[in-house]
Every structure is written in structure tokens, then in C-alpha cells.
């Protein structure tokens, strides 16, 4: 990759949720690691000044970066700039130029509703702000197949691919990159990683929150467009590509485009949609929302490595825990050597994506004693409190230089969208499910094999007695 750091960071929607949130503890931690000394010029149309966004940054820090360093906090202030205007108007993207002075490189991060998109990028090229600039655009990219597309040619229209980065928080995160990482740093995954040794693959996205004051947002979008087609899908693409051959650059998300492609569009007869007790009454959403808070799905790959091994993807909010992970169930051995004191569990490995992080593999052993019975354990091959670094943090500092790999092709959002777009119209209405609980009472019928779904807990596995059932 070679390397071309951008000279300013311009951010719309510098006022809103997102910038808040996890913008600026982002942009603090690459001031402290002085990754970031490039102006930082916040666009929103609040009728704001600078003394407000540098009080709404303070505020943010002190919500987000606790023992945010003063020294630190002062360099990032002195870097903002603001820049006040409606995203229709001309005089706005002017004034951006002037703003940005001498630079020539900016990166333009659009934190903004999917819908402004289109305008912001047109101006952006009428006032001579795209020439040598890059810019990177939050999810959701589209809201189907063909919104999606729409949205890349209208990206192209102003910018190289090279210069596009799609974010997916999720290719940030330091458990989702070490999935790439242990696949194809070690040799003894390979002869097990296909149809003949892996029986089912799991990813589950719990969340025990809500929709946490985004009832517009989520009304539009539900768990499939929120979450299933971009990080669940990731996910899936990460576990199952062929080996790239390099982990950064094209050479990844060449392979990914090609599982992703590979992937069978869903069955509308495998997927369950669910919608949480109490949803309706959330502030913006209609009374009578058939908006999905929850999905399961069971997805299919026809490749060579993959063929009959079923994927089961489900994402839900207010589900008993808040935790991300992955169960790759491996095959039972081709003789019951014990008998009736074979092992009940299969072997499998663990991938706990999220808020803690460990690769896991479950085994059986001999149970000490007189008797060939044996008992399950769990070898932790990788464990950790939580992410080092924040995925945001990761992710902008490969966008400021320039590295795209984790970020989105665009043919990479659009063989996703391919996949989710059956599903998207037209579904029966979601079933029903209490909060706090697993979803809808029939998801399990989704499952084929003896062991149901394996939910995970909130810091171990909470699922050797669903396998025997
Ligand atoms: C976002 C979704 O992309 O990811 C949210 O819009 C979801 O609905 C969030 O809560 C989860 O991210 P994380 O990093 O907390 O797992």
C-alpha cells in the first residue's frame, strides 16, 4: 500500500449522536498517540460557533474518556475548526475551502443521515473539494441492492474507489480481525476448516439495550439492514474465505467478494423475524411497526470448502445479554468408542467477538477414575478483558492514511445487499418476544441438528445444557 497521510479531517454531522459518542474519544486517542495533527473542521447546520463544538468535544471527553489527559484534550481543541451552513447550500462547501486553507488532502467523513449523502458529495466536487481528497461513509450504505449501487455510482461520480472508505465499525474491531488472523496464521485450522470436519457455524449479535432513542432510525432500518447485512455478514466472509495472498490491500476483500458471492440469497422459509414486547410504545416508532427487532436466519455457501454446512446468523436487542459470538461446531468422531460415555457436546471452537474477547476450543477428557467417562473443557487459546484500541480509532487512522482493507468495496456492500435483499419486502409480520428473553419462542425450529441454539453468556458459554435436549 503506499501510503499518502491526508492534511485535514473534515467532519459532517459534527453536532450529531455518532460524533459524540465515538468520534471524538476516537479523534482524543489519536491526538494522544499523535496520530492526528491535521486540522479537524466540524460542517453541521446547528447554527453553532466554535466555543460550542469545542464545549460539546470537552463534554463528550469527559463522558467517554475518563482521566482524559489535559494536555492531550487542549491539542485536540486546538486542532477544530467549525464550519456552520445547510449541507444545500453552495455558500456552505465554500466556506469548507476557505476553511480548510492550505490542505490538500482532506478526508471528509460523513456522519450524516444516508439521505444527505448525495448532496453533500455533489457540492463537495462543484467547490473544488474533492481533488485529492478521500472520503469515508458511515453505514448504513443503502438500504437495498439497488439504493446501494445507486450510491457507489453516485460516490464514483466524485471519487476513485481508493478514495471511498465504507465503514463497518465491526473491521475494526481487534476480535473481528484476529478471526483473519488466527485462520491464516496457523496450519493446524486448515484440514478442519471445511464441509468435512465443521457440522454448523453460529454467529450471534445479542444486545441486551434497545433501540436507545433511535426509534426513526431503526423504524427505517431493522436488524437485518442494521446489523445482518453489514457485521454479520463480515463475520461470516472472514470465517469462510479462501486464504488471500496478503492480508491487506485488494488481495482480502477479493476473497471476500468471492465467498460473499458464493453465499446463497436467503429463503425467506429460513428466516424468523421477531419484534420486542414494548417496541411500539418507543418514541418514534409507529404503533403499528412491523419493523423486525430480531432475526434469525440459516444461510448457505455453495462453495467447494462450504457446500451443506449451514450458517445460523440471529441478531435481537433485548435479548438476556450483551454479547457477540461465534461457535464453529465440528463433526462427531466416526466411532462411538465409549459408548454411552461418549462425549454429548461435539468439539467446537469459540469466537467471543464482543465486549470480551477470547478464542476458545471445546474439548472432552478423560473424567478421573475407574470408569472410561469423560467430561467437557474448554481451552482458551485467547483471552481478554476487551478491545486496546476502539474501532473507530483503528478505522480512522487507516482512513487518514490511506489503508482500505478494513473498510467496504463496493463490491463487497453490494454482494452483501444481494444476499439480504429477498428478505427485505413483503416478509411476514415479526412474532412477538418478551424482553429479556432469546427471541421468538419458535427460532429454535430454524435449527437443524441436536444441540439448538448456543447462547452465549455474559462471560462464559451458557449452552452445554441446550445440547442436550
Ligand atoms: C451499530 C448498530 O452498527 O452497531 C447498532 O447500528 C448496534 O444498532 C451497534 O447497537 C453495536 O455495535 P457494538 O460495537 O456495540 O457491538
Keep these: 500500500m503506499e501510503r499518502r497521510d491526508c492534511d485535514a479531517m473534515v467532519l459532517f454531522g459534527v453536532t450529531g449522536d455518532l460524533a459524540y459518542r465515538k468520534i471524538m ?19 453541521a447546520r446547528q447554527g453553532w460557533n466554535l466555543q460550542q463544538l469545542t464545549a460539546r468535544v470537552a463534554e463528550s471527553l469527559k463522558t467517554f474518556v475518563p482521566n482524559a489527559d489535559p494536555a492531550v484534550v487542549q491539542r485536540l481543541i486546538a486542532l ?24 490538500q488532502r482532506p478526508l471528509h467523513y460523513l456522519a450524516v443521515p444516508p439521505s444527505m449523502f448525495a448532496v453533500v458529495v455533489q457540492h463537495l466536487s462543484e467547490t473544488g473539494n474533492t481533488q485529492g481528497a478521500r472520503v469515508v461513509v458511515e453505514k448504513p450504505f443503502g438500504h437495498d441492492l439497488a439504493s446501494a449501487r445507486a450510491l457507489n455510482e453516485c460516490l464514483h461520480r466524485h ?5 471511498i472508505f465504507r465503514i463497518d465499525h465491526y473491521l475494526g474491531k481487534e476480535a473481528v480481525q484476529n478471526l483473519l488472523y488466527f485462520r491464516f496464521a496457523n496450519s493446524f485450522l486448515e484440514p478442519v476448516w471445511n464441509r468435512n470436519f465443521v457440522s454448523s ?12 432513542g433511535r426509534g426513526r432510525f431503526y423504524e427505517e432500518t431493522g436488524a437485518i439492514r442494521d446489523v445482518i447485512q453489514n457485521h454479520l455478514l463480515q463475520i461470516v466472509a472472514l470465517l469462510t474465505l479462501e486464504p488471500p495472498t496478503l492480508a491487506e490491500g485488494e488481495a ?41 427487532t430480531y432475526a434469525a436466519l440459516a444461510l448457505h455457501i455453495d462453495s467447494w470448502r462450504w457446500s451443506g454446512v449451514p450458517f445460523y446468523l440471529r441478531a435481537g436487542k433485548r435479548l438476556p445479554v450483551t454479547a457477540t459470538e461465534v461457535v464453529v461446531e465440528l463433526r462427531r468422531p466416526p466411532a462411538d468408542v465409549f459408548g454411552s460415555h461418549g462425549p454429548e457436546l461435539p468439539n467446537y471452537l ?15 477428557t478423560k473424567r478421573p477414575g475407574p470408569v472410561m467417562a469423560g467430561r467437557d473443557v474448554e481451552l482458551f487459546v485467547a483471552q481478554q478483558q476487551g478491545e486496546d484500541m476502539d474501532a473507530y480509532e483503528v478505522l480512522i487512522s487507516a482512513a487518514l ?18 444476499i439480504v435483499d429477498p428478505v427485505l419486502r413483503g416478509a411476514a409480520p415479526p412474532g412477538e418476544y418478551q424482553q429479556g428473553t432469546w427471541g421468538p419462542a419458535n427460532a429454535e425450529d430454524l435449527i437443524k441438528g441436536p444441540c439448538g441454539w448456543h447462547n452465549p453468556g455474559a462471560h462464559a458459554p451458557d449452552w452445554t445444557r441446550s445440547c442436550a435436549r
Design 25 to 43: 474519544p476516537a479523534l482524543y486517542q489519536l491526538a494522544r498517540r499523535n496520530v492526528l495533527t491535521v486540522p479537524v473542521v466540524g460542517v
Design 80 to 103: 477544530l475548526r467549525y464550519v456552520d451552513g445547510d449541507y444545500n447550500d453552495r455558500a456552505t462547501f465554500q466556506a469548507l475551502r476557505s476553511a480548510l486553507g492550505e490542505a
Design 159 to 163: 471519487f476513485p474507489e481508493a478514495s
Design 201 to 212: 457455524v453460529q454467529v450471534t449479535m445479542a444486545e441486551s439495550i434497545g433501540i436507545a
Design 252 to 292: 482480502l476483500r477479493d476473497e471476500k467478494v468471492k465467498v460473499l458471492r458464493a453465499t446463497r440469497p436467503l429463503d425467506p422459509r429460513e428466516l424468523l423475524r421477531g419484534q420486542y414486547r414494548g417496541y411500539r410504545d418507543e418514541e418514534g416508532v409507529a404503533a403499528d411497526s412491523t419493523v423486525e
Design 350 to 364: 469459540r469466537f467471543r467477538l464482543g465486549p470480551d474477547v477470547a478464542i476458545a476450543l471445546g474439548a472432552h
Design 401 to 418: 492514511i490511506g489503508d482500505t482493507a478494513h473498510f467496504a468495496r463496493e463490491d463487497e456492500v453490494e454482494a452483501a445487499w444481494r
